[in-house]
């Protein structure tokens, strides 16, 4: 996600802004903190269900509003929240017994009814952004047919079974090693029986004020573009936050929400913008931090397209760009160039696994792309609620001069709607993505970005050798051994170049004079439960 995770959103050398005159409701002026409430910058969310968001700035919210089954420890393995127990004994029949007397925010009782009748609505059709998650689980195909004109023949997935209001069995087509370690993503939160109608779908009013089980609760609706305001919720049964609620602003323009926190308007930017970083330090002392981050930034070919489908078209275009130039000239040293599909954050990271289709060879590129037959024209297709601008128009100053093109860049104003026309197969030529992990696994950065039915597979990308070693390395009974297969399924990406890696980034991010303990995680999420207010 962010685009999950896309996670997706994710990805950005910022976070949206929005000016501080179009904000309006409690986040408008410094008086929001003065009773505990601290204000975060996000973009406006595509999404507030757990079964279709899958970028950063819903995840931030929804993080505030649901407690998970599992969260991770420093060393990236998951432990319980809100599960008892998660057991099995052959990787395929898994066993989860939740903590009895946890409430959703209306006060229903969480049981496991809640987490099988979400999970069954999240796969019905397949049609949710995270139905994805959901397919190793058996019945399935049953559920969402491989033919979407298809009528399904059950409404749930047989593989969900209650054993009580408080456990239930799970039972995959295949063993999973790491699926207890997926069951941390928001796609697996549970949902109030108030969430759903008569048909067991859920309402499609539930995301102006979703009803979670978390340590926050909504105050009032979403006020789209401009705010979202939740509330600590003292009956939740977890770690209790130390601040009263939290203002989430809605920002479309970088340097609105930096002049907001020098102002003291805005309490943690999660990402300082590229042309402030050089500044940063200086403006805001010691409240310039960093931390690290599994943020992956690329660029995705439109396989579909006539033409991007010379796979030689792809790596010419690779090879033609200088990553370490951009890195240091508009990042300023704060990214990593990559070389390699997956992070540095997890088990299995190799670095350099692009090999030569990510070398800066620009005579070479020329060359290559000639023979190919690429376009005389390309398009970079980007969010403008992300501070892209810069190293996009940047990349394309690289392909002009090196491959003899024309370039653009051409902003959308949304993450939101850059991932509405990709998802339509609308012509957006090369477009930026990033992403996330949605959970701590070399798998999260394959299965999701580049199967054939992965949730965030936005480029029409499709390798049968590829998916199979993906499943192998599901179905593996080790850790190494599965990511031995995973390693496969890489090497496979680096040949076939559906996206082009170009950078890994970190947490670079600001806070105001009136918080501290502020933390931002792997997944670019504010820890609601650390963070203080101090006045």
Known sequence: MQVRKLAAFAALPVVAALALSACGGKGGDSASSSNGVVRIGIAEPQFLTPADTNETSGSQVLAALFAPLVDYDENNKPYEVQAESITTTDNKTWTIKIKDGWTFHNGEKVTSDSYINAWNAAAYKGSSQNAYFFSQIEGYDAVAPADAKATPTAKTLSGLKKVDDTSFTVTLTAPFSDFKTMLGYTAFYPLPAAAFDSDGAVKKDFAEAPIGDGPFKMDGTWQHDA???????????????????????????????????????????????????????????????????????????????????????????????????IVDQVFKGSQKAAYSFVSPVVAGYRDNTCGANCEYKPADAKTLYQQAGGPAKLTISYNADGGHKDWVDATCNQLKANLGVECVGQPEA??????????????????????????????????????????????????????????????????????????????????????????????????????????????????????????
């Open 227 to 325: 705010e979202i305001s939740v509330t600590r919720y003292d009956a939740y049964k977890g770690t209790a936050p130390h601040i009263s609620g939290a203002d989430f602003k809605i920002y479309q323009q970088p340097s609105a929400e930096y002049a907001d926190l020098l102002a003291g308007n805005d309490d943690v930017m999660k990402q300082i913008p590229t042309e402030n970083l050089t500044t940063a330090d200086g403006d805001l002392g010691d409240r310039f931090l960093q931390s690290p981050a599994s943020t992956f930034q690329f660029l995705s070919f439109p396989t579909y397209d006539k033409s991007f489908a010379n796979v030689d078209v792809r790596r010419a275009i690779s090879m033609a760009i200088d990553r370490q130039q």
């Open 414 to 535: 949304k993450f939101a709607d850059l991932l509405t026309k990709v998802q339509k197969k609308e012509s957006v030529g090369v477009f930026r993505m990033a992403w996330v992990m949605d959970y701590p696994s070399m798998e999260d950065y394959l299965g999701p970005l580049y199967t054939t039915k992965g949730s965030s597979n936005y480029y029409g990308y499709s390798n049968p050798d590829f998916d199979k070693l993906v499943q192998d390395g599901r179905e593996a009974k080790t850790s190494d051994e599965a990511i031995a297969k995973w390693q496969q399924a890489e090497d496979i990406l680096a040949k076939d170049m559906p996206v082009m890696p170009l950078r890994f980034g970190q947490n670079s991010y600001g806070i105001s004079t009136k918080v501290k303990n502020v933390e931002i995680d792997l997944y670019n999420r504010v820890n609601l439960t650390k963070i203080e207010y101090v006045g």
